[in-house]
C-alpha cells in the first residue's frame, strides 16, 4: 500500500460495516501489492480517482496534509474534506485479536461538580 499512498494526494479512510471483517483482512495480507488488495473487494472511484469501499459505515474524503516516519511505517496525515455516512450500519472494530461488532449506546453518568473551595485549601 506505500506505493499507492506515496504517489497520491487524496486518500479515503472507511469505517466498515459489521459484516464487512472479511474486507479487513483482505488488506492485512501482507506482500499484495495496493491493486492487488482491492482486486476482491466492492469499491468504486471518486471524481478524484480515490477507491471508495462499498458497503460501509462511513467514508472520510481525505487531502494528504503530511506524512511521517513512524518506526517501520509510515502515518499519514489528511485534511478530511467529505463525510459519507450510513448511521443505519454497524461498525467494525479490531479488538482483542478478533473482529467485533461495536456494541449499543453507552451512557455516561456525570460526576459530581468540583468543590473549588475544598481543593484550593489542601
Given at each position: ?9 487524496r ?70 474534506v ?29 460526576l ?11
Amino acid at each position: 500500500m506505500f506505493d499507492v499512498m506515496e504517489g497520491c494526494d487524496r486518500f479515503a479512510v472507511h469505517v466498515l460495516g459489521e459484516d464487512q471483517a472479511h474486507m479487513a483482512e483482505q488488506f492485512a495480507v501482507p506482500d499484495l501489492s495496493g491493486p492487488e488488495q482491492f482486486e476482491a473487494v466492492p469499491h468504486v472511484r471518486d471524481a478524484h480517482g480515490t477507491p471508495i469501499l462499498e458497503g460501509g459505515s462511513a467514508v472520510l474524503h481525505c487531502r494528504t496534509h503530511d506524512s511521517l516516519p513512524a518506526g517501520d511505517h509510515r502515518l499519514y496525515v489528511g485534511l478530511v474534506v467529505e463525510i459519507g455516512e450510513r448511521p443505519d450500519r454497524g461498525a467494525v472494530i479490531y479488538y482483542k485479536s478478533s473482529y467485533r461488532g461495536v456494541g449499543s449506546e453507552l451512557r455516561s453518568t456525570r460526576l459530581p461538580p468540583v468543590n473549588r473551595a475544598s481543593s484550593d485549601s489542601s
